[in-house]
């Protein structure tokens, strides 16, 4: 058995999905794409996309000594239609990745048990492990490695995991033989662009981050524009729409990490109640979640401005208790969620 082979076995041993390879230089196209994104704004406030635009469209670029991408999947797939919470009014509807433990922590330990055996089998070779934060450009080398391709919402999806997965890189000096990269199987399908609330999509396989729901809950500083708040509905962290009306998830595999599984006070929590907490009842319950990275304040935010869509009035006092709250972009929340209730 080669030791792509056995790489390989030890990679789904370790709990990932799949496994492919690819070259550092096998995306040659990715970087003048990124500099459109990046020329039309595209890109919102999320600046370090802008300044590290090298690296992340050059994978050689960013560690010349590279021979070789190992890309790993690992499954997150929901035991629930996350799109039933967005007909409960009164409840918050959050991203299916983020209702329980942070998946940087997660798939990066398992990339270093990976990488680890691939040294000791390869004795002064050596490594680099990436999950999101870093400027890779994880969706391009999984396709490029053969897990699957870019579909019409820029996600990643594949035959045979649906889109429910999660991506992680293992740079390394070792020379391992590339697979085939996988074709883009979309065919006529719209369902992911025909779904989006904000109309994000001004095209298939393109994205405009400053109307994506998950861009504005997570990323977007101050107020949100009024015509998008309205139309966020009860997201207040991420947006699964365009993910879950995807075809392919008939072939998702269940996840097998429990720790992905939603704790039940995530599943669809009070919003009145989440509109009480303070900075250290956020951090409390927060702790250990991708959460907790956007803070008190922002997440507030995103919860008044679904206590406006709820069509609640008995939410109204939640809300009228923040209208002097230290954060203005809060106050003005508060008050707008008010109003559009009386309305």
């Avoid at 007909?87 to 798939?107: E, G, K, M």
């Avoid at 966020?232 to 599984?261: H, S």
């Avoid at 250290?280 to 206590?307: C, E, H, M, W």
Wanted: hydrophobic residues 40%; neutral net charge.
């Amino acid at each position: 058995m080669s030791l792509k082979d056995r790489l390989r076995d030890v990679a789904l041993a370790e709990g990932f999905s799949k496994m492919g390879v690819c070259r550092p230089d096998a995306i040659p196209l990715a970087g003048d794409r990124l500099k459109r994104f990046i020329d039309e704004g595209r890109h919102g406030e999320m600046s370090w996309m802008a300044e590290r635009m090298a690296w992340r469209g050059d994978p050689q670029a960013l560690w010349p000594e590279a021979r070789s991408i190992i890309m790993l999947a690992e499954v997150y797939t929901p035991d629930h239609d996350p799109l039933d919470t967005l007909t409960l009014r009164d409840r918050a509807a959050i991203s299916v990745y983020a209702q329980n433990r942070d998946y940087h922590d997660l798939v990066k330990k398992r990339l270093k048990r990976v990488g680890r055996w691939l040294l000791e089998q390869a004795r002064g070779e050596k490594i680099k492990v990436f999950v999101d934060t870093a400027p890779v450009m994880e969706k391009p080398l999984a396709q490029a490695a053969g897990l699957g391709w870019q579909g019409k919402h820029t996600n990643l999806l594949a035959r045979d995991l649906g889109n429910w997965f999660f991506l992680g890189a293992i740079f390394t000096t070792v020379k391992l033989d590339p697979d085939i990269p996988e074709d883009e199987n979309c065919g006529s399908c719209r369902a992911c662009l025909d779904i989006c609330p904000t109309d994000a999509f001004p095209a298939p396989f393109q994205l405009d981050a400053r109307r994506c729901i998950s861009y504005l809950t997570i990323e977007h500083k101050g107020p949100v524009a009024p015509e998008l708040r309205a139309k966020m509905g009860n997201r207040i962290y991420g947006c699964d729409d365009c993910l879950a009306v995807c075809p392919w998830n008939k072939f998702a595999q269940d996840a097998t990490e429990i720790r992905y599984a939603a704790r039940e006070d995530l599943r669809a929590p009070n919003l009145g109640e989440l509109a009480s907490l303070d900075d250290a009842g956020f951090r409390t319950k927060f702790s250990g979640s991708p959460i907790k990275r956007i803070g008190r304040d922002r997440f507030v935010r995103n919860v008044l401005y679904a206590i406006g869509n709820s069509q609640t009035p008995a939410l109204a006092e939640a809300a009228r208790r923040l209208t002097d709250d230290p954060d203005p972009t809060v106050a003005e929340a508060a008050q707008w969620a008010i109003e559009r209730l009386a309305s």
